[in-house]
């Protein structure tokens, strides 16, 4: 899930925040494997890197099957 937060600026809206929030279902993974894959995903992702300027969170969790 990606919430993006914006706020007035004049005239118009920015961007001020985004959350991205992920929960998967991973057998072969521990949680911290999971979080490290995640956050690498985030810090290479094209759309992060446009982004750059807004900062963005991440919460990323495993379920057990």
Request: a negative charge.
């Amino acid at each position: 899930t990606a919430t993006v937060h914006r706020r007035s600026s004049g005239a118009s809206f920015d961007i001020s925040g985004i959350e991205l929030v992920t929960n998967a279902v991973v057998a072969a993974l521990t949680e911290a494997q999971f979080t490290e894959l995640a956050a690498d995903a985030k810090a290479t992702c094209p759309i992060s890197k446009a982004l750059a300027a807004v900062p963005i969170s991440l919460q990323a969790t495993v379920t057990p099957p």
